[in-house]
């Protein structure tokens, strides 16, 4: 761990008394997890005898009533705005939680406040009893709006840090938490300086055994057997950050495990380690029987270490060591769907030369095509022609650069897929 005694920003902040604090967060109250009672008085004490269908009566029907509220004053606070029908809030949750309560073991001063932005009562109660910290109440419509206009929020999820005096120390550091959990307090600049330099610092020392021993294992499962992670070394290797109950690795996973029987039948030296994310033995068990590759031994939680240090932000991801050890793409999984096997060994020299081969390829296909799954003409783009990265409506696979396009309509397809479908041949896999 880097120098900088991270409580040192709260010592600093501490004197304040929440005096800026106040003027952020007005509202009347929080709940807790475990009800929906009104437990805290927070700041300030709204009494309201406004019409409860109306909420603009509220605030010019409000009387105002300090009081302390010693849990968050003095602390660096999250204001966490999110919505529990969203996926990426359930998942960022649990990652929050897992940073919160070592915080909370730390003693170091870091308080989380929920802003929902969940639709029904139902849901914000169902979705705030799945965190360890308070919420502004469901109906104080007026203070999430006022929170949500005061940070622009756009975007859920999203972690507004503030410090005690009320000053933003980081406008979103959702991402900060994903990557290096309660590590990443008190969220300054100066602290995620340290943390990119430390980062700099691993990936330039990585080695494959320095990457297992993570996860505190000099083997891996491979068949039933232990296979020593020094047996690899030397070899290119794909970690697969994947789960049982995703649709998309499932997807993947398929697709994955022909392209390594396709390069295990050139005899090319390529394995695949699989990562698991599952939150159940269960599942990690059934991903190993659908894979044809080694895994990590399960730990009884998802492999979150691995995925901080290369920041894998969703699954399926396919991170690629080259033979020294060092990280190759951590795009492995776009590559895959973009070039199949010919993407190994997943250098930048090989993807510069498939792109020139596409180049190459391209001007074979017609300028323009009418595709069957489309009503429009379709044009052929490229990256310099206003092409980018896109997915395939037609086989909903991923593409870059070349495509044809419905200016019109934003259909766009793969040239290959356009042009299994004018020849009228049956299938596009
Ligand atoms: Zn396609
Ligand atoms: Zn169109």
């Not at 590559?335 to 993807?351: E, H, S």
Request: glycine content about 12%.
């Amino acid at each position: 761990m880097v120098g900088g005694d991270p409580e040192d920003a709260v010592a600093e902040g501490g004197g304040g008394g929440g005096g800026g604090l106040r003027s952020v967060l007005t509202m009347g109250s929080l709940v807790d997890p475990s009800g929906n009672e009104v437990l805290f008085l927070m700041l300030m004490f709204y009494i309201c005898f406004g019409s409860p269908s109306s909420s603009s009566l509220v605030s010019s029907l409000c009387f105002l009533y300090t009081v302390r509220f010693p849990e968050i004053e003095g602390k660096i606070i999250g204001l966490y705005f999110a919505a529990n029908w969203y996926p990426k809030c359930e998942a960022f949750t649990p990652v929050l939680a897992a940073a919160y309560q070592q915080l909370k073991e730390r003693g170091a001063g870091f308080e989380v406040v929920l802003v929902s932005c969940d639709e029904d009562r139902p849901s914000f109660e169902r979705f705030h009893r799945t965190m360890p910290w308070p919420a502004v109440p469901f109906g104080d419509l007026r203070c999430k709006k006022r929170l949500s206009e005061r940070f622009q929020v756009e975007g859920i999820p999203r972690l507004v840090v503030l410090d005690p005096d009320g000053e933003v120390v980081h406008p979103d550091a959702a991402d900060l938490v994903h990557r290096y959990g309660d590590r990443a307090f008190p969220f300054t600049a100066a602290r995620v300086a340290e943390l990119e330099a430390d980062d700099q610092r691993k990936y330039a020392a990585q080695t494959l055994e320095k990457l297992f021993s993570i996860h505190g294992r000099g083997y891996v499962n491979g068949g039933g057997e232990q296979v020593p992670v020094s047996s690899l070394v030397g070899k290119t290797v794909g970690l697969y950050f994947s789960a049982h109950r995703c649709a998309p690795c499932i997807k993947f996973t398929a697709k994955l495990a022909a392209i390594y029987g396709t390069l295990k039948g050139k005899a090319v030296d390529f394995e695949i380690v699989y990562i698991p994310m599952d939150k159940e033995e269960d599942g990690y068990q059934r991903s190993c029987s659908d894979m044809p590759w080694l895994a990590l031994p399960y730990d009884g939680a998802p492999s979150r270490e691995l995925a901080r240090y290369f920041d894998v932000r969703e699954i399926p991801t396919l991170v690629v060591v080259g033979p020294d050890g060092k990280t190759v793409t951590r795009d492995g999984r776009n590559l895959v769907n973009l070039y199949f096997d010919m993407a190994f060994p997943f250098t930048d020299a090989q993807i510069r030369l498939l792109q020139e081969a596409e180049d190459e390829a391209a001007k074979g296909y017609p300028q323009s095509l009418r595709h069957l799954g489309h009503r429009h003409e379709l044009s052929i783009v490229s990256n310099k022609s206003g092409g980018g990265p896109y997915i395939c409506c037609e086989c909903e696979e991923q593409g870059l650069g070349w495509a044809y396009q419905c200016i019109a309509c934003g259909y766009e397809i793969h040239l290959r897929c356009g042009r299994n479908a004018e020849g009228g041949s049956a299938g596009t896999g």
